[in-house]
T-cell receptor, first 108, second 114 residues
């Protein structure tokens, strides 16, 4: 059983469209990180969310932590080709669990 | 400021051989983490070192081992290589135990086992 499930697994959209990706856990977690990984590179940290119900904005990206701290979402407004990449969520504690990832392609 | 560096970039080995991968953390960071990113399996946590000690390890066999040196750099050793060990091995660092949620990743070492 995967501890963290992400959906959708693949997403291909046109430039300018909005999208939301989801990260769901079977357990409550204390903090969650979102990363973006481009081919041939390591993941780059986008944000850390720690408080239930917390919303963080990073330019066109909006991150939300569920009230029950078992889920999170990433919303991208007006997607651009530079947003293309693999989006990963991670929970940390004594060990570190990554989600299955959402591969996003933004078509110019 | 230099980021996390890893060497080599690519490594090709044959089944049964040993592989050694190296990682240099960001200056001032004391924690180093190793992950395996295999095709179709996602990122899997391997090992966590802090201040020279192993803090935790993921669900991998003992032939995956490592160490952290006094300068906080780290080495991952994989013995008796198997075909399924082929993957991208990522190293990350953070500023100690209290900052484990803020990890900075290196570009990875691509290990191919033939």
């Amino acid at each position: 059983t995967q501890l963290l499930e992400q959906s959708p697994q693949f997403l291909s959209i046109q430039e300018g469209e909005n999208l939301t990706v989801y990260c769901n856990s079977s357990s409550v977690f204390s903090s969650l990180q979102w990363y973006r990984q481009e081919p041939g590179e390591g993941p780059v940290l986008l944000v850390t969310v720690v408080t239930g119900g917390e919303v963080k904005k990073l330019k066109r990206l909006t991150f939300q932590f569920g009230d029950a701290r078992k889920d999170s979402s990433l919303h991208i407004t007006a997607a651009q080709p530079g947003d293309t990449g693999l989006y990963l969520c991670e929970i940390t504690g004594n060990q570190f669990y990554f989600g299955t990832g959402t591969s996003l392609t933004v078509i110019p | 400021e230099a980021g996390v560096t890893q060497s080599p970039t690519h490594l090709i080995k044959t089944r049964g051989q040993q592989a050694t991968l190296r990682c240099s953390p960001i200056s001032g960071h004391t924690s180093v983490y190793w992950y395996q990113q295999a095709l179709g399996l996602g990122l899997q946590f391997l090992l966590w070192y802090d201040e020279g000690e192993e803090r935790n390890r993921g669900n991998f066999p003992p032939r995956f081992s490592g160490r952290q040196f006094p300068n906080y750099s780290s080495e991952l050793n994989v013995n008796a290589l198997e075909l399924e060990d082929s993957a991208l091995y990522l190293c990350a660092s953070s500023a100690g135990l209290a900052s484990a949620d803020t990890q900075y990743f290196g570009p990875g070492t691509r290990l191919t086992v033939l």
